[in-house]
């Protein structure tokens, strides 16, 4: 049973950082590219950050230069290291691995607040 476990968001204020940790269990996780994505209210779920299992990532163009996105694969581990944050980044934040569509997996998502 994979299981993804999101936290470390919360309340930030405009500028500030915030920096999100996933952590995975029951996989093979250095086999599985890992993503974060996020949904604000009212809109669709959308890729925010994503790394291949040989290292390779892509970001949304809203949020290069700010976010980066890491991987531990000694401890099972997905980092977002979130800068300079805006409060159109609110939104909740979701954590996935993904090798194929029968192994894809999601964890329950962290709150992300950006407001003064």
């Known amino acids: 049973q994979v299981q993804l476990v999101e936290s470390g968001g919360g309340l930030v204020q405009p500028g500030g950082p915030l920096r999100l940790s996933c952590a995975a269990s029951?996989?093979?996780?250095?086999?599985?590219?890992v993503n974060w994505y996020r949904q604000a209210p009212g809109k669709q779920r959308e890729l925010v950050a994503g790394m291949t299992s040989g290292g390779r990532t892509n970001y949304a163009d809203s949020v290069k230069g700010r976010f980066t996105i890491s991987r531990d694969n000694a401890k099972d581990m997905v980092y977002l290291q979130m800068n300079s944050l805006k409060p159109e980044d609110t939104a909740i934040y979701y954590c996935?691995?993904?090798?194929?569509?029968?192994?894809?997996?999601w964890g329950q998502g962290t709150q992300v607040t950006v407001s003064s």
């Open positions: 996935n691995i993904y090798l194929n569509r029968r192994n894809d997996y």
């Open positions: 029951g996989s093979i996780f250095s086999i599985y590219a």
